[in-house]
């Protein structure tokens, strides 16, 4: 499978534990994308890389949340000391810059569920 | 007030039903427009991307009115195998910050 893959797939805690998800693109995309997504709700942008670089955070993602993607590659996303508010499905998406006018298209993974008790 | 809205929803229709949903959008600014299928449970797919021409992809049709800040999304000839939520996606005009509606869910009857 060439797509978006993204490990654990579900994740229990308890509050105040840190956790912290993968996310592997498509291998040529160099954007990737993290979004939060609760029942009843489209995904809420998070953060974006192009290549290593994070270019963008949203105010959502406090102190608490940092994402790395160190060789441009897979990136890992750390919620330390986490609390209640902090259960949702983390989505990961990946695009490959064209450059070219086009639109590139956002190819998302099937995400990780975190339950924080 | 939301930066995306859509209608609702559930809309529950019958097989062969034709169904349209409606997305507003606040930034005026807003530079590329899309629409997205989540079944339960799974990631957001591509179903097309909106164009100001308006576009069409088999029995599905979107439109981009900028005037008005409204995209649509039109299925005819609906079948049980387009049961899902459909997001309405805008891209900002800077960055590469995509936001998204919260959906609406389509239940399509036998």
């Known amino acids: 499978d060439t797509g978006v893959s993204q490990n654990p797939r579900h994740k229990i805690t308890k509050r105040g534990q840190n956790v912290t998800f993968r996310c592997d693109p498509i291998?040529?995309?160099?954007?990737l994308y993290w979004y939060r997504q609760t029942l009843g709700q489209g995904p809420e942008f998070l953060t974006y890389?192009?290549?290593?670089?994070?270019?963008?955070k949203s105010r959502l993602l406090s102190d608490r949340f940092s994402a790395e993607r160190p060789k441009g590659s897979f990136s890992t996303l750390e919620i330390q000391r986490t609390e209640q508010g902090d259960s949702a499905m983390y989505l990961c998406?990946?695009?490959?810059?064209?450059?070219?006018?086009?639109?590139?298209?956002?190819?998302f993974g099937p995400g990780t569920r975190l339950t924080v008790l | 007030r939301k930066e995306v809205e859509q209608d609702p929803g559930p809309f529950n229709v019958p097989e062969g039903a034709t169904v349209a949903f409606n997305c507003t959008y606040s930034?005026?600014?807003?530079?590329?427009f899309f629409w997205y299928r989540q079944d339960c449970r799974k990631e957001p797919k591509l179903l097309m991307s909106?164009?100001?021409s308006g576009n069409e992809d088999g029995r599905f049709t979107a439109q981009l009115n900028r005037a008005s800040q409204y995209i649509s999304l039109l299925i005819r000839d609906s079948k049980l195998s387009d049961s899902a939520t459909y997001l309405c996606?805008?891209?900002?005009?800077?960055?590469?910050?995509?936001?998204f509606g919260p959906g609406t869910r389509l239940s399509v009857l036998p």
């Open positions: 291998s040529e995309h160099n954007r």
């Open positions: 890389f192009q290549n290593e670089a994070q270019l963008e």
């Open positions: 909106v164009y100001s």
């Open positions: 998406a990946s695009s490959l810059d064209s450059s070219g006018g086009r639109e590139d298209t956002q190819y």
């Open positions: 930034n005026s600014a807003s530079q590329s």
């Open positions: 996606v805008v891209r900002r005009n800077y960055g590469q910050n995509f936001v």
